[in-house]
């Protein structure tokens, strides 16, 4: 099985453009293939890197205005707004993981949440994770997601799950994850760099699995014209705002593919989803090598919800 790893630019802040992106960039994978791809954190409409950008207080009526732009771009699973990315999926044979900026269209219609989408190869959503704990200034962005997403889902590449970011530094998320006998781990996310590969990598060995990790490839150029603040924010229009960094790692071992630093296109490599388990006969960290007689974990899978409707 090959897989492919986005290490593209969506067009910023623009929902239907990156939407159009993302389906061409799913057409090329196929092309090449791939049963499997794989888009970082927040790709649609694009990670809301300007939070960290401009400061607290001096900054916030910029900031104001540019969540707003980001808030109209967003997902509304409600709207079906992923139904390109689905009918991508059914026609190409390919399962997505799909990073993106969400809006609950069906609570306040207001709040934003960091989520990453898997879709099966038939175009159904299987689940959609919502990130537990926003990272620092993104936490005037985004809301907590809950445990009810916590989830590994069987698909036709085999079991996947996802984690965002800098929940992959969550010990305990990771357990999750692991303890429902997980083939490919996924983590998308904005971070890059020495640090953020040596984590991939404890992974791979830590959990026994295959292991994608990957960010936005984006350079100022890349941010459009017409996005408030451009010129401010992003005052070097020769920068490197993100690497990148894709990585796959295999289970137990080594790098299969990647880094691709400061590239853009498509990180293909092949997988073998059945050595993940067979991996784990030396260390099965849910299975033999526990101790719940010393250590036990206790997930609460149960949506969070702020409000009940009785009709």
């Not at 969400?102 to 306040?108: K, M, P, Q, R, V």
């Not at 991939?200 to 699995?209: D, K, T, Y």
């Not at 984006?218 to 020769?238: G, M, N, Q």
Request: hydrophobic share 40%; with cysteine; charged share 20%.
């Amino acid at each position: 099985m090959k897989v492919a790893v986005v290490q593209e630019a969506p067009i910023y802040l623009n929902k239907e453009k990156s939407l159009n992106k993302a389906v061409t960039l799913i057409e090329q994978a196929a092309a090449q293939d791939c049963h499997l791809i794989v888009f970082p954190e927040t790709w649609l409409p694009g990670y809301p890197t300007f939070v960290w950008r401009l400061p607290p207080g001096a900054g916030m009526s910029k900031t104001d205005e540019l969540f707003a732009l980001s808030q109209a771009n967003s997902i509304d699973l409600s709207r079906d707004d992923l139904a390109p990315i689905k009918t991508a999926a059914h026609d190409n044979d390919m399962v997505v993981v799909m990073g993106h900026q969400e809006i609950d269209g069906t609570l306040s219609g207001s709040t934003l949440f960091n989520s990453v989408a898997i879709i099966d190869a038939d175009g159904k959503l299987l689940n959609n994770h919502r990130k537990l704990m926003p990272t620092n200034p993104e936490r005037m962005v985004w809301g907590f997601g809950d445990g009810s997403t916590l989830k590994v889902v069987p698909t036709a590449v085999g079991r996947v799950g996802a984690l965002i970011c800098w929940e992959n530094y969550m010990p305990l998320a990771r357990f999750t994850l692991y303890a429902q006998y997980i083939d490919i781990y996924c983590a998308p996310t904005w971070d890059n760099g020495a640090t953020w590969l040596a984590t991939m990598q404890h992974i791979a060995r830590e959990g026994g699995c295959w292991v994608i990790g990957c960010a936005t490839a984006l350079e100022a150029s890349d941010i459009p014209d017409d996005v408030p603040y451009r010129d401010e924010i992003f005052p070097d229009p020769e920068e490197w705002i993100n690497p990148g960094d894709a990585i796959m790692y295999r289970p137990f071992g080594g790098a299969v593919a990647g880094p691709m630093h400061r590239e853009k296109g498509l990180l293909i490599s092949d997988f073998f989803p059945e050595e993940a388990r067979a991996s784990r006969r030396k260390f099965d960290v849910s299975g033999h090598y526990a101790r719940p007689d010393v250590f036990t974990l206790h997930v609460n899978q149960k949506p969070q919800r702020p409000v009940s409707f009785d009709s």
